[in-house]
């Protein structure tokens, strides 16, 4: 694990691994000239990933705790019983791996301080650098992605956040981009934090108030087979077929089905974020805010968002069926601009081909291994079956 974090941190752009690792310095954060050595203990994550919390200091220490995604209980209390103990310093005792890092600068007052937390492995992980400043207030993100897919998914998510504040409505959807890069080893940007309460999973009217507000700043509408949605599901199909013919195979015949039922119909497209879920969003003052906004679409079907949250919520959360996520998803049909109920199966089979194809193209850069993916591969996949019969 510590070589692992080792290479994902030489990637953050100001920042160096140091070679002495699990030595533990008395003073956590030790300033010569302009750089100053930082410790972290290392905590490993769910599916595999982990996070680097800083101990200059127990608020920053406790807030990099508040970003580790676990899911047991048991790890749930582990967090709670650290963060008590960090209060009066004892988390430096208890014999966690460590790890040194090397910032280049000095950080004398008003110090900056970091927790590092890499995305699930697989073939789309990233680094994530929460940005700390006095009393661990979270001041800023940075994402990092080294070459390939995650360079990809952290440029897309730049240019996604371009497209959002040239196209500004009332309240902001997103954060706010404040710098960026790219280089022939990584992608990177840094943005502002969005501060918000968590969301529950049962949050309808907080996700169609979302989508509205997103929906309003841009729309088009056409035949499906005039539309440039098709154009881009044929074109990523034909990448996945060699390593997922079975997949392609389905969503190729759901797009005949699509085209053969739909004929001269005109169906609607507008942006939506890709991948709307409880927990790659915040609440305040009865909003949705959203990060993570690497899948972002300017055109995807409409409905794509509702039945994501849906979905993703039904089996991650819940382990429902096929056929109990159905239903659900039926229920998302009246916020598709007036749709019929056919019309509603021919938008959920769009997003289904949309989610499937995406999800495959993915992991042709390395599949995650957790039991969650083979999940939403069975429930999207008889899901589709059942819609296109």
């Given amino acids: 694990m510590i070589e692992a974090s080792t290479d994902a941190l030489k990637l953050f752009l100001p920042i160096v691994v140091d070679e002495k690792r699990g030595v533990d310095f008395s003073a956590s954060a030790a300033t010569n000239g302009s750089r100053t050595l930082l410790e972290f203990l290392l905590l490993p994550a769910t599916g595999g990933s982990f996070l680097l919390a800083s101990t200059s200091s127990s608020a920053s220490f406790r807030a990099g705790l508040q970003g580790l995604p676990i899911s047991r209980p048991i790890w749930r209390f582990g967090r709670l019983v650290l963060g008590t103990l960090s209060r009066v ?26 927790s590092l937390q890499s995305g699930v492995p697989g073939g789309g992980q990233k680094l994530i650098v929460r940005e700390h400043g006095p009393n661990g207030h979270l001041e800023a993100f940075w994402k990092v992605g080294r070459s390939g897919l995650p360079a990809h998914l952290v440029q897309a998510e730049c240019a996604a956040l371009k497209w959002l504040a040239n196209h500004k409505q009332g309240a902001p959807l997103s954060p706010v981009l404040l710098s960026s890069g790219v280089d ?47 154009q881009r599901m044929e074109h990523r199909l034909g990448e996945i077929e060699g390593a997922s013919p079975s997949v392609a195979s389905l969503c190729r015949k759901a797009l005949q089905w699509l085209c053969e039922t739909a004929g001269d119909g005109t169906f609607h497209f507008h942006p939506a974020h890709g991948d709307l879920t409880p927990w790659n969003a915040l609440a305040r003052s009865g909003q ?13 079907p409409a409905g794509f968002d509702h039945f994501h949250w849906t979905l993703q919520v039904a089996i991650l959360t819940r382990r429902a069926t096929a056929s109990q996520v159905r239903g659900q998803l039926q229920k998302s049909f009246e916020h598709l601009c007036g749709a019929d109920a056919a019309d509603g199966e021919r938008y959920l089979a769009m ?39």
């Fill in 288 to 300: 949705l805010f959203a990060f993570d906004w690497e899948f972002f679409q300017v055109a995807a």
């Fill in 351 to 389: 997003y289904l081909v949309d989610a499937l194809s995406r999800e495959e193209h993915v992991f042709l850069s390395g599949k995650p291994n957790f039991p969650q993916v083979a999940w939403l591969l069975e429930c999207r996949t008889q899901l589709l079956e059942q819609v296109i019969g």
């Fill in 184 to 230: 022939d080893r990584r992608a990177w940007l840094r943005m502002t934090a969005i501060q918000g309460a968590a969301v529950p999973a049962e949050s309808a009217e907080l996700v169609s108030e979302f989508t509205a507000r997103l929906a309003s700043l841009e729309s088009c509408s056409s035949t499906i087979e005039s539309s440039a949605w098709l």
């Fill in 89 to 114: 310093g004892l988390h430096r005792f208890l014999g966690l791996k460590k790890v040194q890092v090397s910032v280049e600068m000095a950080l004398d007052t008003d110090p900056i301080d970091f």
